[in-house]
């Protein structure tokens, strides 16, 4: 069955960064595009950045952009998401999630809380 497994998470101070990995398998992952979303406390899921199945794309929200990066290892079935200059605001469970959508296939997600 369809599978996505984020990790990565974690407590950090502003300013720091994380990298986020998400292993996915039960489906040809090369072949689908795939976001980064994120719920923060009390509030709704939020997209935050899209990849297109060959990692040649990639689309961010204002709010990180600049300071995430996402990319893929299509050979690993692997995304990954690298958070530079953390701020408070990025407190929130990040998931993956497979195509354009942030209603498609997800993970568990993996908490990441910015905090000094």
């Known amino acids: 069955q369809v599978q996505l497994v984020e990790s990565g998470g974690g407590l950090v101070q502003p300013g720091e960064s994380l990298k986020l990995s998400c292993v996915v398998s039960?489906?040809?992952?090369?072949?689908?595009?795939m976001t980064w979303a994120r719920q923060a406390p009390g509030k709704g899921l939020e997209w935050i950045a899209q990849?297109?199945?060959?990692?040649?794309?990639?689309d961010y929200t204002e709010s990180v952009e600049g300071r995430f990066t996402i990319f893929r290892d299509n050979a690993k079935n692997t995304l990954y998401l690298q958070m530079n200059s953390l701020k408070a605001e990025d407190t929130a469970v990040y998931y993956c999630?497979?195509?354009?959508?942030?209603?498609?296939?997800r993970g568990q997600g993996t908490q990441v809380t910015v905090s000094s």
């Open positions: 999630i497979r195509g354009f959508s942030v209603g498609g296939a």
């Open positions: 039960g489906f040809t992952f090369s072949t689908y595009p």
């Open positions: 990849i297109s199945s060959g990692g040649t794309s990639t």
